[in-house]
């Protein structure tokens, strides 16, 4: 399937994310942590999709997607940034993302935070977010997308890794194999990791070698 909905609200969450509001079609559910195709209605970007996970709940009224915009790429995230209020999104099936499959650590780089969006939020609600935790690194201390919220459903158990940024507020460091070390306490848990392709697999070749099984880890399907 594809359908046009009409963007109704785009709010500024960092100096280059958006959230943008939408309207949901009938019947359209989806598991937190899922995802679809999106483009942009509009002429020459109608065949263009890219995927983008739903940062919403099913109990609410519209859709939301939560979008890194890339101005410099001069591709679909740069002109998702230019749409307003009115413009139109063209959303696809909805296909298997990441999936929550019990307690355990978060471990996000940069945009790639935005499949455990829906996941935590979804938590939270149904009172199961205690044995969850986030690691979320990002390259400044302006690119943390959504920490008061996080803060607020995970308190302590979030913690920011910063990269790039030496006067930090948080921790000034990589997620490596001595850093992920230090943080897990436990191998008895779940491993969920997103982020750019290069990030992802060094976190899990570090994690492989801390002893974490591979029934134990959780990625993009």
Request: aromatic share 10%.
């Amino acid at each position: 399937m594809s359908e046009q909905i009409k963007i109704k609200s785009i709010e500024q969450v960092t100096h280059n994310v958006k959230s943008f509001r939408c309207e949901r079609p009938k019947d359209y559910k989806f598991t937190p942590g899922q995802a679809t195709e999106v483009s942009i209605a509009k002429e020459g970007w109608e065949d263009k999709a890219r995927p983008f996970t739903f940062t919403s709940l099913n109990k609410e009224e519209d859709l939301e997607f939560t979008i890194k915009i890339y101005e410099d790429h001069k591709g679909v995230t740069e002109q998702i940034g230019k749409l307003k209020e009115g413009d139109h999104f063209i959303v696809r099936d909805i296909w298997g993302a990441i999936e929550y499959k019990g307690p355990g650590t978060f471990i996000a780089g940069g945009a790639g935070v935005t499949p455990f969006i829906a996941i935590l939020r979804d938590l939270n609600e149904s009172g199961k977010i205690e044995k969850n935790r986030l690691l979320f690194a990002n390259e400044t201390d302006k690119d943390i997308i959504l920490k008061e919220e996080f803060d607020t459903i995970l308190g302590d158990k979030a913690q920011y890794i910063i990269t790039d940024q030496k006067d930090t507020d948080y921790q000034h460091a990589y997620l490596n194999r001595d850093l992920l070390k230090s943080k897990i306490k436990s191998l008895d848990q779940y491993f969920y990791v997103c982020g750019p392709p290069k990030m992802i697999d060094a976190v899990v070749d570090a994690l492989k070698e801390i002893g974490v099984k591979d029934e134990k880890l959780v990625m993009e399907e």
